[in-house]
């Protein structure tokens, strides 16, 4: 299946600094990426649509500001965390469309704010 | 945001044994994934099904679109210490749609 590379795998910052997430399709290019956020024993909830060379979708309740997402080339998208603080600590996930219409996901990314 | 009724929402089976899990919806899908995720990792895609009434196979997997289009169904069969983990079933309306995913189920597998 398709590769879809996330980074970096868990992140520990102070409240207040902001964190960069990158997701990278290795072997395919993706017009579309999703950003997902999951709680401990709970299921996926899809924060973004990631939209090369436009503006990013998001989910209502998800504050644009807040998560900001560059999808500047088609095998890259990036997610900053702004001015994190501990209730911004989750699971991060991306994922990509192939070009057979299933989804791939990264490996996620974990980010704990003191 | 919207998500899909999965069950069960978790469950212990004895090694060897075979295991039924489903998801339905009150939308209908053009495409439903099904997928595996380990604590710490991402989610693993196991099986794509995009046609009503689809049953696919991947190894001891085995999935099923329902006819309906708003439901599917994941067996696997003589289950193995290694399956152990969270299965989620997603929806999809089209190609480059957004996806849903199923509020998951815990497999447990007692060797």
């Known amino acids: 299946g398709a590769v879809v590379s996330q980074h970096p795998s868990w992140v520990i910052c102070k409240s207040g600094t902001s964190v960069k997430i990158e997701c990278r399709s290795l072997d395919f290019q993706a017009t579309t990426m999703f950003w997902y956020r999951q709680f401990p024993k709970q299921s996926l909830m899809l924060m973004a649509t990631?939209?090369?060379?436009?503006?990013?979708?998001?989910e209502q309740g998800v504050e644009k500001d807040k998560f900001l997402i560059n999808h500047a080339s088609l095998t890259l998208s990036t997610l900053t965390v702004t001015s994190a603080h501990p209730e911004d600590s989750s699971f991060y996930i991306c994922?990509?469309?192939?070009?057979?219409?299933?989804?791939?996901f990264g490996s996620g990314t974990q980010l704990s704010v003191l | 945001g919207q998500q899909l009724n999965q069950s069960p929402q978790s469950m212990f089976i004895q090694e060897g044994e075979d295991v039924s899990m489903n998801c339905t919806s009150s939308?209908?899908?053009?495409?439903w994934l099904w997928y595996k995720q380990d604590p710490g990792e991402g989610p693993v895609l196991l099986i794509a099904?995009?046609?009503?009434?689809e049953l696919t196979s991947n190894g001891r997997l085995t999935a099923q679109f329902g006819i309906t289009r708003k439901d599917s169904f994941l067996n696997i069969s003589a289950s193995i210490p290694s399956d152990v983990g969270i299965y989620f079933c997603a929806g999809r309306t089209g190609g480059y749609q957004k996806v849903t995913f199923g509020t998951g189920t815990k497999l447990q597998v007692i060797p």
């Open positions: 990631s939209n090369e060379g436009s503006k990013a979708t998001y």
């Open positions: 994922s990509a469309t192939g070009t057979d219409e299933k989804l791939f």
């Open positions: 939308s209908i899908f053009n495409t």
């Open positions: 099904l995009y046609k009503a009434g």
